[in-house]
């Protein structure tokens, strides 16, 4: 069955930096569209970015471009959201989607806290 294992997480004072990972299995990721949510304390569920099967990628929440990256490595079924010039506004837990076969704010995610 899909299974989405998030890392990386933690605290992290403002303009700091985090990783997340995400390690998949259970189905064939490198045919997969794979992305990033979170979900803020009181807030709704929000996709955060998106990776293509090709590579190329789009940054969906507007208060993260030019700050976030995101990649994959298919040698290692591992998806990658690098969080740069952290804002205590980023404060979320994370969550990995595997489109088409599990999105949203699911799963147990990864907590990012980011306050001074």
């Known amino acids: 069955q899909v299974q989405l294992v998030e890392s990386g997480g933690g605290w992290a004072q403002p303009g700091e930096s985090l990783r997340l990972s995400c390690a998949a299995s259970g189905f064939p990721f490198e045919n997969i569209a794979m992305g990033w949510y979170r979900q803020a304390p009181g807030k709704g569920c929000e996709l955060v970015a998106r990776?293509?099967?090709?590579?190329?990628?789009?940054f969906d929440a507007e208060s993260v471009k030019g700050r976030f990256g995101i990649s994959r490595d298919n040698a290692k079924n591992t998806v990658y959201l690098q969080l740069n010039s952290l804002k205590p506004e980023d404060t979320a837990v994370y969550y990995c989607?595997?489109?088409?076969?599990?999105?949203?704010?699911r799963g147990q995610g990864t907590q990012v806290t980011v306050s001074s």
């Open positions: 990776i293509f099967i090709s590579g190329a990628s789009k």
């Open positions: 989607s595997a489109f088409g076969l599990r999105a949203g704010c």
